[in-house]
């Protein structure tokens, strides 16, 4: 078992890899991975303590592919992002002469920037692992986690764990796998694949051959763009946007002002009345041209009534929904409302925070703004909600320069919260304590968190 830690100091994240075996660090393969910007290994940086040589890769701003896979499958533009940052990096080996048995081809260790849609990997001097046999272990890890739903993914991903199992490997191979058209030979290999066990009517049935060792034991994940995450994400997002376009047209696209036409005609009838007490000689002194400019009043203030009512009934309306749907926060002395949240599009609701689960609003527990009205309330109506200011990746955005584009999760486990940093640049604190990258916080009731500069209080529910 690789020994790992992880270290944070003032903006940035680190793992660091431990390398018990002797490392010259003058050979050729450490300068040429120190001096150089490789585009697909992690920059790093050596340090040499009691005999152990110690590399710390800079992963701020980037996850892990184990924890982006985390209870997730794995679609086709999944694959294509692994097997072909795989391709990429073995080229940038040869490009640079170094030995592609020091990358490190462990799940936990390769970390993706999911903005830019690329793949990193870890180059550790003094690991000498045989990559034809890592890859197969990758391959190994991906199979039962693939979308059997996505007939390309399970093409592809059994495709490829073909070829890694021939005597023949080749580079060439994978990208003839990755980037080949698919034809009649999907048939078979289709059919080979149910045999074997791999893919099955009922994806939770899903296995991989026997006699086969897999590096982790937890479940995996999606990523972004056109993955299952990205998508559940963006339907959220697009229902709640739905909901507020649907609120908007019931409120400005009446066709006929009832309540309105109503006072209009109110007052015209009080008018009427004044009119034939005038024609019937009750009024006589009073000037016809008078009583009409009298009569004209009136329906101008019923219309003016009615529209104020209609206001008025409005508001009532919106306060008993919020108080009905809307947690409320607890504080030592009383209890305060809380606001609600929207759609990006829809910021004039509420803050910068977008909630993109906020269709159902009764959430057990939720973050509340330390200032009121700065930024909308989170609520943790998920087992895992991902912070952050990256859209199709986040189920809580944060639109703060500071804030990163996944910056922390909360998961919820048997009725409690833990939160986690996820990298960030600028840091995640709990009561003025910044976390340590991969702690696992347990979250108590009035605990002050601040995600950057975006500062909130946990309000434990029940």
Known sequence: MMKAEYKRDMNHNYLILYQEEPVDTASYQVRMLVGNVIPSVLKCRMQGVDGQL????DITS???????????????????????????????????????????LQPEY???DLEKRELFFCYLPGYEKDIRIQFQCLTEYILPRLDHEDSQA????????????????????????????????????????????????????????????LWME???????????LAQSRTNKRNQNRKSVENRKKDTEKREIPWKEIG???????VGLLILAARIWGYLPQIPFWLLLSVMVSFMGIG?????????KETRNAEIVYNQRSIPMQKSEDSFSQVGSVGAKEDNELLGETVVLS?????????????????????????DLTVIGKLENAADAVINLPTVSRMHAKIRKREGEYYLTDLNSRNGTAVNGQMLKPEEDYLLQDQDEVDFAQARYIFIKIG
């Not at 985390?70 to 080229?91: A, C, T, Y």
């Not at 490829?160 to 023949?168: K, P, T």
């Not at 219309?303 to 206001?311: F, G, K, S």
């Open 263 to 269: 006072g209009c005609m109110t007052g015209a009838g």
């Open 358 to 382: 906020s269709g159902n609003v009764y959430g057990p527990s939720t973050l509340v703004s330390k200032e009121p009205g700065e930024l909308a309330t989170i609520y943790l109506n998920e």
């Open 54 to 57: 110690m590399v710390y890769y």
């Open 303 to 311: 219309t003016l009534a009615a529209v104020l009512l209609e206001r």
């Open 154 to 213: 399970v093409m592809l991903g059994y495709g490829i764990y073909r070829r890694a199992l021939e005597d023949s490997f080749h580079l060439e191979h994978i990208k003839e796998e990755l980037f080949r058209k698919r034809s009649d030979e999907d048939v078979v290999i289709k059919q080979e694949v149910k045999d074997s066990g791999v893919w099955k009517e009922d994806p939770k049935s899903a296995k991989i051959p026997e006699g086969k060792d």
């Open 62 to 104: 980037r996850q892990p592919l184990a924890s982006l896979f985390e209870d997730k499958k794995l679609n086709h533009e999944d694959l294509r992002l692994v097997f072909g940052g795989f391709i990429q990096v073995m080229e940038e080996m040869s490009e640079y002469l170094l030995n592609p048995g020091r990358l490190v």
């Open 110 to 112: 390769m970390y993706v």
């Open 218 to 228: 937890d479940g995996s994940a999606g990523m972004q763009a056109e993955t299952p």
